[in-house]
């Protein structure tokens, strides 16, 4: 499903869009309310390559992507945008991740922590069909490439640095082993080349 093919229902004029990479702490865009929570049968993994925003055409970073997978559940943020939000928010975020990231997107169930229904959110996901996407590798490999990338928007390690953050603080019950064996990879890495200086 692409960005502009979203119907909105006139009913409502409301839209909730779930974030599980950049958009938990950088949506950029306005919105109404936002809640913590998961959606199922997702895994959460750093197999999407990045040219523009955390690396280059020589050197792509490595940004999260979302997996499909029985029993598995991704914990991030959902951004409710009501009325004349939803427009700048899909024009935003149709630049931001679909034609600078090479996501498509599709309609999911989001769960908030707090309890209480479930509401159908906008996910953009990267599948193996983009020519960005890098697919799975080591947590070592993953780490040492997110080390030393550097896009428009900044560095690679920053943003693995506060999505894992972001999970600590507001999910710390959740055990997100491969953005935390990435994460140690990473650093470890850092480690080894200020030492090598």
Same mark, same amino acid.
């Given at each position: 499903?692409?960005?502009?093919?979203?119907?909105?229902?006139?009913?409502?004029?409301?839209?909730?869009?779930?974030?599980?990479?950049?958009?938990?702490?950088?949506?950029?865009?306005?919105?109404?309310?936002?809640?913590?929570?998961?959606?199922?049968?997702?895994?959460?993994?750093?197999?999407?390559?990045?040219?523009?925003?955390?690396?280059?055409?020589?050197?792509?970073?490595?940004?999260?992507?979302?997996? *499909? $997978?029985?029993?598995?559940?991704?914990?991030? !943020?959902?951004?409710?945008?009501? =009325?004349?939000?939803? @427009?700048?928010? #899909?024009?935003?975020?149709?630049?931001?991740?679909?034609?600078?990231?090479?996501?498509?997107?599709?309609?999911?169930?989001?769960?908030?922590?707090?309890?209480?229904?479930?509401?159908?959110?906008?996910?953009?996901?990267?599948?193996?069909?983009?020519?960005?996407?890098?697919?799975?590798?080591? *947590? $070592?490999?993953?780490?040492?490439?997110?080390? !030393?990338?550097?896009?428009?928007? =900044?560095?690679?390690? @920053?943003?693995? #640095?506060?999505?894992?953050?972001?999970?600590?603080?507001?999910?710390?019950?959740?055990?997100?082993?491969?953005?935390?064996?990435?994460?140690?990879?990473?650093?470890?890495?850092?480690?080894?080349?200020?030492?090598?200086?």
């Amino acid at each position: 499903m692409k960005p502009q093919d979203i119907l909105v229902p006139k009913s409502s004029s409301s839209l909730w869009i779930f974030g599980y990479g950049s958009l938990v702490w950088k949506p950029d865009f306005k919105y109404k309310q936002s809640k913590v929570g998961y959606i199922r049968d997702y895994k959460r993994r750093f197999w999407h390559g990045d040219n523009f925003h955390r690396g280059n055409d020589e050197l792509p970073g490595r940004v999260v992507t979302l997996i *499909p $997978e029985d029993d598995a559940s991704t914990w991030g !943020v959902a951004f409710e945008v009501r =009325g004349d939000q939803v @427009e700048p928010a #899909l024009d935003y975020l149709n630049m931001r991740e679909a034609v600078r990231g090479g996501y498509i997107t599709e309609m999911v169930a989001f769960h908030p922590k707090e309890g209480g229904p479930s509401v159908s959110a906008l996910l953009y996901i990267a599948t193996s069909d983009n020519p960005l996407y890098l697919g799975p590798a080591a *947590p $070592e490999e993953i780490g040492a490439r997110i080390a !030393v990338c550097e896009g428009r928007t =900044g560095h690679n390690l @920053e943003y693995l #640095l506060r999505l894992a953050a972001f999970m600590r603080t507001r999910c710390p019950h959740v055990d997100d082993q491969h953005l935390f064996a990435v994460e140690a990879a990473a650093l470890a890495m850092v480690s080894y080349l200020l030492e090598a200086q």
